[in-house]
C-alpha cells in the first residue's frame, strides 16, 4: 500500500525556509515540466525520503532526499536553454519505448544537465525546438493563456484556392473548436501551394488539420520562429545555446 510522506515540521524550523513545492523541485531537476511532474507525482513515481509521494504541493526542505523511478534526483539552478533545428524523423521524447530516434540523440553532448522539449513537433515536421531544464520558463511557454507565437513554412501538395485561402484566414471549425490563425500569406516568388502561416493555438498537428479540413496534403512543414527566435545561422540537425538577451526575452515574453 502506498503510503504520503507528511514531511518534517522540526526539518523546516531548522533549515528555516519554507521549502521547494515537489512538482517545482522535480521541473528544476531536468525531468519535466511543472504540469507533467503533476501527473508524476499522481502516478506514484516520485519518492521523498524513501516513501512516496502523491501530494504535489508537498514542500521539499535541503535535506530531503527525492527519486524519481528510483533514481535519487537533484534540483539545479544552473538552468540551460538549447535551440534545436530539428530535422525530419526525430521523436519529440526524451526516450521511445519503440527504439526510434528522439531529439535527445541530437544534443546529447550540448550539456551535462537533464534538459527535456518545450511543447512538440511531430516525427515529420522540421524546425525550432527549445530544450530546457528551467521548469518555470516551460511551464510559461506551453500554457495557452500566453499565446506563444509560432512561424511555419508550409509546403503543399496543390495550390490553395482563393475560398480557402479567405476561410482560413477569417476563422473555422474543427471538431474540438474554432479556429484562428494570427496570419496566413503565401510565399512571395512561390507558388500558391507555399505558404506561410502564424498562430499561436497550439493544439496536436493543428497545421497539418487546418489544411487537410481543405483536402490538402502537408508534403513540408517547417517551424521557423518560435517565441521570437528564429532559425537565422542554425543549419538543420544543429543546436546551439541561447544567449542570455535571448532568455531574459523569453522569461519577459508576452
Request: glycine share 10%.
Amino acid at each position: 500500500m502506498q503510503k504520503q510522506f507528511k514531511g518534517n515540521s522540526k526539518n523546516k524550523k531548522q533549515e528555516g525556509d519554507e521549502g521547494v513545492r515537489l512538482n517545482k523541485y522535480i521541473a528544476h531537476a531536468g525531468i519535466c515540466s511543472r504540469r507533467k511532474a503533476d501527473d508524476l507525482i499522481k502516478a506514484g513515481q516520485v519518492k521523498v525520503n524513501g516513501e512516496v509521494m502523491l501530494e504535489m504541493g508537498h514542500k521539499i526542505m535541503p535535506k530531503d532526499k527525492v527519486e524519481y523511478r528510483g533514481k535519487s534526483i537533484k534540483m539545479t539552478r544552473n538552468f540551460v536553454y538549447i535551440l534545436l533545428n530539428k530535422p525530419k524523423n526525430f521523436i519529440t521524447s526524451t526516450s521511445d519505448e519503440k527504439g526510434r530516434k528522439t531529439v535527445m540523440d541530437l544534443v546529447q553532448n550540448a550539456t551535462k544537465e537533464r534538459i527535456y522539449p518545450v511543447g512538440r513537433l511531430d516525427r515529420q515536421t522540421t524546425g525550432l525546438l527549445l530544450l530546457t531544464n528551467d521548469g518555470t520558463l516551460a511551464k510559461k511557454l506551453s500554457h495557452p493563456s500566453h499565446g506563444v507565437k509560432k512561424l511555419y513554412y508550409v509546403t503543399l501538395d496543390k495550390n490553395v484556392t482563393q475560398e480557402h485561402f479567405d476561410k482560413i484566414k477569417n476563422g473555422f471549425r474543427l471538431p474540438d473548436g474554432k479556429v484562428e490563425v494570427d496570419e496566413i500569406s503565401f510565399v512571395e516568388g512561390k507558388g500558391k501551394n507555399e505558404l506561410g502561416v502564424e498562430l499561436h493555438i497550439g493544439r496536436n498537428r493543428i497545421v497539418r488539420r487546418i489544411f487537410e479540413h481543405f483536402g490538402y496534403q502537408v508534403e513540408k512543414l517547417d517551424r521557423v520562429m518560435y517565441a521570437g527566435l528564429t532559425k537565422k545561422n542554425l543549419p538543420k540537425g544543429k543546436y546551439r545555446t541561447l544567449h542570455a538577451k535571448e532568455v531574459i526575452g523569453l522569461k519577459h515574453f508576452q
